[in-house]
């Protein structure tokens, strides 16, 4: 996501890979009982991706030099 807007076609294969999502996707539909959380960084706009119920995605917001916590999981 770049300002709220996901990549166009010229920066999205710089932040995307479709065989890593490939991976990710078939591991979860062949496990559904399991809960797949993918957490990302580098980036600067936050994104929440829930392709399948048991599999979320979510990368944090940042700005240089301001790190921040995105969130507490507990487990």
């Known amino acids: 996501m770049h300002e709220g807007e996901i990549s166009n076609d010229d920066y999205l294969p710089f932040f995307?890979?479709?065989?890593?999502?490939?991976?990710?996707?078939n591991a979860a539909?062949?496990?559904?009982?399991?809960?797949?959380?993918?957490l990302c960084g580098h980036t600067h706009s936050s994104s929440y991706y829930k392709p399948l119920d048991n599999l979320t995605?979510?990368?944090?917001?940042?700005?240089?030099?301001?790190p921040i916590v995105q969130e507490v999981i507990e487990l």
């Open 16 to 25: 995307a890979s479709k065989i890593t999502g490939d991976v990710l996707l």
């Open 29 to 38: 539909k062949d496990n559904p009982d399991i809960d797949f959380l993918v």
């Open 57 to 66: 995605v979510k990368a944090g917001s940042a700005e240089y030099g301001k």
